[in-house]
């Protein structure tokens, strides 16, 4: 059973900076490496969001509301794969997961708090 846990989250000031890690387990790297990584979002009454993706090749994606300020990367050696976020907003305060998908249903952490305070 695959297993993502994010870490990272805290409580940061507008224009600060945070690193956010989802370590997998339950899985062997090389497998890990053909997944699909993305992070999403949910703030308090919103949707969940994605705000970044990297496949397996590498290529990423953002969401318009953070390109230029947020940066998605990936070791799969380490399993795990990293949002580093710049330039943080109010409007960035949410919850922040880790999915990783392939074929089939997605895997999903648990989440990590970001709250960003004016």
């Known amino acids: 059973q695959v297993q993502l846990v994010e870490s990272g989250g805290g409580l940061v000031q507008a224009g600060e900076s945070l690193r956010l890690s989802c370590a997998a387990s339950g899985i062997i790297s090389s497998i890990f490496s053909i997944y699909t990584v993305s992070w999403y979002r949910q703030a308090p009454g919103h949707q969940r969001e994605v705000v970044a993706a990297?496949?397996?090749?590498?290529?990423?994606n953002y969401a318009d509301s953070v390109k230029g300020r947020f940066t998605i990367s990936r070791d799969n050696a380490k399993k795990q794969a990293y949002l580093q976020m710049s330039s943080l907003k109010p409007e960035d305060t949410a919850v922040y997961y880790c999915s990783a998908s392939y074929v089939g249903m997605p895997y999903w952490g648990k989440g990590t708090l970001v709250t960003v305070s004016s």
């Open positions: 990297i496949t397996r090749g590498g290529t990423t």
